[in-house]
């Protein structure tokens, strides 16, 4: 049978190698019957830390295919950062013609953020129970009609609850992302993938072409741009990106079902029998829970990450949520221009999501020699006795200073109506040294949390956004009651006293991860008893059925 290239084996072919190396793989799944989430969540971690040191591949998926699918997420990615970021330089425009406020309109990021806290954790878990296919889908489909709205409607209060809807369909993709990494990449070259894949998230203020599409088109262009563009990115989606997550298709070689497969695959295998062993249970859409996201907050190495990256992402994002106002305020740019001054931190944050991604890879790597562990290039490393916290944290302290540094020069800048070019020179390095911090703690918490990734990625987003979401309600008013100077001071401020925090991780995380595998082991115990007691009801062969 001639087979498409890059796509998983052949389905005869994919089940004799599980069956064959069925106790080998560490986030295999090896008991698919069981139907309740924290089970199978707790079983993949269990599974993940006892690697051992033969059996089948950490993924199948060839480099072309790996390529394919970073790419890929890499666009969606792009897409809630320039959701975002192209609106910035319409908000003057916009508060003109709808009649109201910059803070109404800057209300409007508020919620914004809000939903794009609480979508990843609904998103999230359901991308790690019933596959990441099914959910980018259902995320973009919300967000094109989101945008189809937006590009319609003329008055504020159809703005505000859309921006939200459309927040809950792009935000929902980030958690997915980095889990599509922790899918088809091993620990020692996990940076430069989600770094790659983070460039998506941070190039958004580079080349989102808000300012030029509100000043030749009209602000609602911006979301005729958006529509074009998702749609451009669902259709080879659909077709040919395949599922990645491990609970449904393993290291790749478990043939996936249903709404899990390529269309192209459907198509190929419509009329074929799938032979499926006798344990594997047809997939049921499962209903996701939000409140297991909240459960990563009972970790107490998963808490401090989650507030110290949370501290880093309010200096960033009041910084591109006020630039166009108080460029605008100070030097009296147009749209146009105000659209432009996002290109040197927008274009600082993609250095260094995707160096920092690279960099994080070399040292893992330099610290596994000098401790004497070899890299496992074909099945990953166990990271149960791996200093993965001084491996991630260890070269960023010096930058988070720097990006204190130039954020605090920015606001008396600012404050001083110096030369423009003072404050966007400082924006570069705010970019650059605040993002490379938070790119890599990002990278730490998939390291922290390998049986649900999506679901821990949703936790940094819950935790970020929310707080961020406050940041830049209460930016402009702190502004004017004690000067730009002093308010970026204390943003400034605000991630460098906590800093310490920084080190009890290093000194004191492997000691809680320890802990923290122990007590899931436990559970997996308790849990594996209780599924030894349920019938297991064979399933026979089955067949797609035709659309």
Sequence with gaps: MTSISNSPPPITQTLELEENNHDSESDLPDEPTRSNHSQDEDRD??????????????????????????????VAAFMSPITANIYFPAIPTLSRDLGVGVDQINLTLTTYMILQALAPTIFGDFG????????????????????????????YAALLVLRMLQSGGSSGTIALVYAVVADIA???????????????????????????????????????????????????????????????????????????????????????????PTSVKRQKIPIPNP???????????????????????????????????????????????LGLLYLPIGGSTTIASIGGGFVADWNFRRIAKKLGVKIDRKRGNDLANFPVEKARIQLILPLIFIGAGA????????????SVAVPLVLSFFIGLCVTWPFQIMNLLIVDSYPGAPATATAANNLVRCLTGAAATASIEPIIRAIGRGWAFTILALLFTLPSPALWVIVKRGPKWRQERIREMMGETEKAKAEVSEEPTVPVEDSKPKDG
Aim: contains cysteine; glycine residues 10%; hydrophobic residues 45%.
């Design 407 to 418: 954020l605090i020069g920015y606001g008396w800048a600012l404050e001083r109506q110096v």
């Design 186 to 276: 091993p620990s020692y070259e996990r940076g430069k993938y989600m770094g790659i894949v983070g460039s998506g998230i941070t190039i958004g203020p580079a080349v989102g072409p808000g300012g030029l599409l509100n000043a030749y088109l009209g602000w609602p262009w911006i979301f005729w741009f958006l529509i074009i563009l998702t749609v451009v990115w669902l259709i080879p989606y659909t077709l040919a990106v395949p599922e990645t997550a491990r609970k449904v298709v393993g290291n790749g070689s478990i043939p996936p079902q249903g709404w899990n497969m390529t269309l192209i695959d459907y198509l190929r295998f419509r009329h074929q029998n799938i032979s499926r």
């Design 45 to 74: 971690l269990e599974n993940t830390l006892s690697r051992v040191s033969s059996g089948p591949p950490y993924t199948v998926f060839s480099p072309g295919m790996k390529r394919w699918l970073v790419g890929m997420n890499c």
């Design 291 to 337: 409140l297991n996201t909240l459960k990563v907050l009972r970790y107490k190495n998963m808490a401090m990450i989650l507030f110290y990256n949370a501290t880093l992402f309010i200096g960033f994002s009041t910084v591109t949520a006020t630039l166009a106002t108080q460029f605008q305020q100070i030097y009296g740019y147009d749209e146009l221009t």
């Design 128 to 155: 790690d129970i019933a596959g990441r296919r099914p959910a980018f889908i259902i995320a973009f489909v919300i967000y094109l009609g989101a945008n189809l709205g937006l590009a319609l409607q003329r008055n």
